[in-house]
């Protein structure tokens, strides 16, 4: 029973980042797109700890947790440079 | 089997919210409607793919792990700052200062007020206070 919910999993996150793809392609607004972006870290960190419980290791949640933050970094950063013209005063 | 049971719910119930929050990110007509959908709802899903993937390596698998708790609670203490950025930037970027409605003081709107503004107002209220004390 876990297996088949493992592929509906699956199968909504894909969708959601193809989604999340459209989204980015076709925004429009500029905070569409980097929110966009945002969500698609979210929904890559779910995927991985899918992938995780499908192959039965725990190995990916550091994979998951370096995303998370390079994600959260990132988002700052181009909302930053949209404010104020600068990362990093 | 209730352990079976409960992480296909988690499973099914994480696929949905990560699903309807993407959706929600193409079928909301309003930028700031946007901008609720996936920090909340996604916010969610991870929540729950986490949490089943905790159930599952404790009760199938047999080893205890804390990574997604770290992880979950990382993912809840950025949701907020991303979301605060992501609507100030939307605001700068459609609404001129004058577009919003007058503040009850007199000072501006803390979002446009300048640095100059701001470095000015707050060393006036810093001498009064001197005087004041």
Redesign the interface.
Known sequence: ??G???T??????G???L??I??VVRA?????R???L??MV??S??LL??F??LK?T?MY??A??II??TG?IS??SY??F??RGDIIE | MIVEIVISACLVVSGVFGLVGSFGLIKLPDPMMRLHAPTKATTLGVGGALIASMLYFYFVVGQLSFHELMIALFLFLTAPVTGHFIAKTHLHLTRKPGDLPPTAGDRPWASYESDAERARIEAAAEAEGDTAG
Do not use: H, Q, W
């Open positions: 029973m876990i088949y919910a493992l509906f999993a699956f199968a909504c996150f969708l959601a980042l989604l999340n459209y989204r429009p607004t500029k905070g569409d980097i929110l966009a945002d969500t979210i929904n960190i779910a700890a899918l995780g419980i039965g725990t949640f550091e998951s947790m998370a933050m959260f988002t700052v909302t930053r949209l404010l």
